[in-house]
Nanobody
Framework: QVQLVESGGGLVQAGGSLRLSCAASGRSFSSYTLAWFRQAPGKEREFIASINVSGVTAYADSVKGRFTISRDNAKNSMYLQMNSLKSDDTAVYYC?????WGQGTQVTVSS
């Protein structure tokens, strides 16, 4: 069993930055592929970024070059650095480890 808790969301102006964190409890964190998703009002949850156990990353085209995913296995944590934020980035952001999900953190970008 893994429990995930996101933090770092909030209100930011367009062009600004935020760093999301996801803290995990439980074993085997280092053996999981980790990912961030988001869900905007009225839309389906969508993939944002992932990082596998070797550190190889992948990004959705919509965030490539602006967002950076990272992990710190020693701290059982993962991060999402978000730069050059746009109003379209407004959503609830979720972290996922294997099949486990966090509860989400709201990110609101004002234009």
């Amino acid at each position: 069993q893994v429990q995930l808790v996101e933090s770092g969301g909030g209100l930011v102006q367009a062009g600004g930055s935020l760093r999301l964190s996801c803290a995990a409890s439980g074993r085997s964190f280092s053996s999981y592929t980790l990912a961030w998703f988001r869900q905007a009002p009225g839309k389906e949850r969508e993939f944002i970024a992932s990082i596998n156990v070797s550190g190889v990353t992948a990004y959705a085209d919509s965030v490539k070059g602006r967002f950076t995913i990272s992990r710190d296995n020693a701290k059982n944590s993962m991060y999402l650095q978000m730069n050059s934020l746009k109003s379209d980035d407004t959503a609830v952001y979720y972290c996922r480890a294997n099949t486990y999900w966090g509860q989400g953190t709201q990110v609101t970008v004002s234009s």
